[in-house]
């Protein structure tokens, strides 16, 4: 039996005569993940095939790719022709961007189901590329592509399979340089939205409260605006793009 860390993606492979009955927890040895695995209706646990096939990247949504697109490509030639205007200066001094093309945004979202319906229409129609994630090895793949830098999760999240609290150690446990270029967004019933000192403690970079989520494109604007303005010469210095 093959299982896959939904933290790291290692493949652990278990001999079948030495696992419990029922469904059981391994610790991943490589990043002290829990992970909690389910057998199917025989009682043994899945083929290494359809492993992987429920370890696919979370699916993107079909609503709004089309304008995505076509707003990539204007942004990436953009880009492109300032990259090169840079190149072609003599005294190598920083282009400005007096462009007002705005960056297309990925988000992925590790919600509920009736809040990931609700929020992905949502951001779908702000202009975001939109990603639904089912379980945490979902997640955790699209994530891995590295072209997903925005992620809004809920503690309804994959429950059964502590679909928040994964998302939350996966987190905690990344390199500062990883941990910075990933906007992280809990969205909850309780908290106060844009609670800074809350989301510090946290290792969280927004609070949305459900009862806020129709301004959730408005509210990310204004607080990832805030976050690229904190990060711009440090961004300018290494070469990175604002999120």
């Not at 492993?51 to 707003?71: H, R, W």
């Not at 340089?177 to 510090?200: K, P, Q, V, Y």
């Amino acid at each position: 039996m093959i299982i896959r860390c939904d933290n790291c993606s290692v493949s652990l492979q278990l001999d079948e005569s030495k696992i419990p009955s029922g469904n059981f927890s391994v610790r991943c040895p490589r990043c002290q993940n829990l992970l909690r695995v389910q057998k199917d209706a025989s009682g043994k646990g899945l083929s290494t095939v359809d492993q992987l096939a429920a370890n696919q990247p979370a699916a993107a949504t079909a609503e709004g790719s089309t304008d995505f697109a076509a707003k990539e490509h204007d942004f990436q030639i953009n880009a492109a022709l300032r990259s090169l205007m840079g190149a072609l200066q003599s005294d190598k001094t920083a282009v400005e961007d007096d462009t007002k093309t705005e960056k297309p945004r990925r988000i992925l979202l590790c919600l509920g189901q009736q809040k990931a319906d609700e929020t992905a229409k949502i951001m779908a129609k702000a202009g975001y590329k939109v990603y639904v994630a089912q379980t945490p090895a979902q997640a955790n793949e699209r994530l891995r592509e590295g072209k997903t830098e925005i992620l809004v999760f809920s503690p309804d999240f994959a429950a059964d399979m502590g679909g928040a609290a994964v998302i939350q150690q996966k987190a905690n446990a990344m390199y500062s340089s990883e941990r910075r270029r990933l906007f992280l967004i809990s969205l909850e019933d309780s908290g106060t939205t844009m609670n800074a000192h809350d989301a510090f403690l946290r290792n969280l970079n927004l609070i949305v409260n459900t009862k806020d989520l129709p301004q959730l494109p408005l509210i990310l604007n204004r607080a990832i605006g805030d976050y690229n303005d904190l990060y711009n010469y440090f961004n300018r210095a290494t070469g990175d793009l604002p999120i």
